[in-house]
C-alpha cells in the first residue's frame, strides 16, 4: 500500500510541476525526475507483489533506473545553484544507462514467457551485465552526490559575497534532499530492496510536504530577494542586475581600489548603509556607481573578508557603541541588534560571538551593562 501510495504522490507532484505557470527548468528536471521514481517504484512494486507474471511487458525497465537518480539529483543541484547544462552534458550523464538498455535490447524482444522464465532463474543468461551494473550502481550514486554537494559549497560562498544575510537564502531544502539521497544509497549499500524502496516512498513523501508547506515549490509564490529579483522561494540562482557602471573589469589598480574603499568607508561612517537589512552587494555597487566584482575585490583585498563579513562586523561595532548609550538600555538586545540591521536573533548571536568571542549575554555581564528589558 506504501508503494502505491508513493507513486500516486509522485506522479501527482510531477503534474503540478509540468502545469506550473512560470515554471522553470529545475521545475521540469524535478518533474522528469518524480516520474522515474514513480516508474521505478511500480517495476519494483510488480515484482515484489509477482504481478509481474500479469505485467511481464515491464520486466527489465528498472535494471539501470538506479543509475538515472544520481543525475538527476546532479542536474536539479546545478540548475538551482544557478549552473547552466551543456546538452552534450546530458548525454554523457545518461550514457552508462542507455548503454545499459541497448545491451538488453534482445532482452525487450523476447516473448512475455521467455522473459518471466529469465526473471524466475535470477536472470539466466544475463548474469555477467547484471554483475556489472550491481557494482556500478553505488559508486554512482556516491560520485554524484559529492558532486552535489560540492556544488552547494561553492554556491554558499558565492552568496556570502553577494547579500549581507545568506541565511535568508534557503539552502537547506537542497542539503535534506541530497542527505535522503545518501540514506537510501546507504540502504542500498547495508539493507535490502524492502527498506530501500520503503524509504524511496518516504523520500516522495518528503519532497511532496516540504515542497508543498514550507517552500511554495509547487506553487508560483514568489519572493525578492536581498539584489531586488523576483526568485522562486527555493534558492533559485541570483542574477546582477543590469547597472549603469563606470567600471566593467573585475581586475583593478592600487590607486582605484583605494578610491574606492575610500568611498565605501565614508559611505559607512556618513550614512550608516549596514543598518538596511536588506543591503546587498549589487546594490552598494549601484549607489557606488561601480561594477559588483570590483566592490567584491575590493572588500577582499582591502578588508581581506568577504561582503558578508564586512557587513556584519560594521554592525556589530555599531551595536557596542549605542549599547554604551544610558538612554538605550531600556531595550532588549535584540531591539539593538534590529536596529543596527540585523534581521534575526540567529544571525545576531553568531556573528557577535565570532566577532566578539563572547556571547550577547556574556559581553553584557563583561561590561557590567543592566538592560532594563529581556529579550
Known amino acids: 500500500m506504501l508503494h502505491i501510495t508513493g507513486i500516486v504522490i509522485s506522479i501527482f507532484l510531477s503534474i ?34 509477482d504481478k509481474f507474471l500479469e505485467f511481464p511487458y515491464f520486466l527489465g525497465l528498472e535494471i539501470a533506473m538506479p543509475l538515472l537518480h544520481g543525475p538527476f539529483l546532479f542536474f536539479y543541484t546545478t540548475l538551482l545553484t544557478g549552473k547552466t547544462i551543456r546538452r552534450l552534458s546530458w548525454y554523457f550523464h545518461f550514457l552508462p544507462s542507455i548503454l545499459i538498455y ?7 524482444l523476447l516473448s512475455a514467457a521467455e522473459k518471466i522464465f529469465i526473471y524466475e532463474n535470477n536472470g539466466i543468461g544475463y548474469l555477467g551485465l547484471l554483475k556489472i551494473i550491481h557494482f556500478a550502481i553505488l559508486p554512482s550514486g556516491i560520485a554524484y552526490i559529492i558532486m552535489s554537494l560540492h556544488l552547494i559549497e561553492k554556491y554558499s560562498q558565492n552568496i556570502s559575497n553577494l547579500v549581507s544575510h545568506p541565511e535568508k537564502i534557503n539552502l537547506n531544502w ?5 542527505m535522503g539521497m545518501c540514506i537510501i544509497w546507504l540502504s542500498i549499500l547495508l539493507g535490502n530492496d524492502i527498506s530501500t524502496f520503503t524509504l524511496v516512498d ?3 513523501l518528503f519532497i511532496g510536504y516540504f515542497g508543498i508547506k ?3 515549490l509547487f506553487t508560483n509564490k514568489v519572493i525578492a530577494l536581498p539584489n531586488g529579483n523576483l526568485e522562486m522561494e527555493l534558492v533559485g540562482a541570483i542574477r546582477d542586475e543590469p547597472l549603469r557602471v563606470k567600471y566593467q573589469k573585475s581586475t583593478i589598480g592600487d590607486l582605484l581600489l583605494s578610491e574606492i574603499h575610500l568611498q565605501v568607508r565614508q559611505l559607512m561612517q556618513q550614512e550608516k548603509l549596514f543598518k538596511d537589512p536588506e543591503l546587498s552587494l549589487n546594490k552598494l555597487a549601484h549607489q557606488l556607481n561601480i561594477h559588483p566584482n570590483a566592490l567584491s575585490q575590493v572588500i577582499n583585498t582591502v578588508e581581506n573578508k568577504n561582503f558578508y563579513d564586512y557587513i556584519n562586523e560594521l554592525r556589530i561595532e555599531e551595536f557596542k557603541g549605542i ?3 544610558p538612554e538605550n538600555h531600556r531595550f532588549t538586545l535584540l531591539a539593538l541588534a534590529y536596529e543596527v540591521g540585523f534581521n534575526s536573533k540567529t544571525s545576531f548571536n553568531r556573528n557577535f560571538k565570532k566577532k566578539i568571542g563572547l556571547s550577547p549575554t556574556a559581553y553584557l555581564k563583561q561590561q557590567k551593562i543592566q538592560l532594563q528589558a529581556t529579550i
Open 202 to 204: 518516504l523520500f516522495i
Open 323 to 325: 549599547l554604551m548609550r
Open 174 to 178: 537542497l542539503r535534506n534532499l541530497i
Open 102 to 108: 541497448l545491451a538488453l535490447s534482445k532482452f525487450f
Open 214 to 216: 514550507q517552500l511554495g
Open 16 to 49: 503540478i510541476l509540468f502545469t506550473k505557470r512560470g515554471k522553470s527548468r529545475a521545475d521540469l528536471t524535478l518533474a522528469f525526475w518524480l516520474l522515474l521514481m514513480a516508474a521505478h517504484l511500480f517495476c519494483y512494486y510488480l515484482l515484489a507483489s
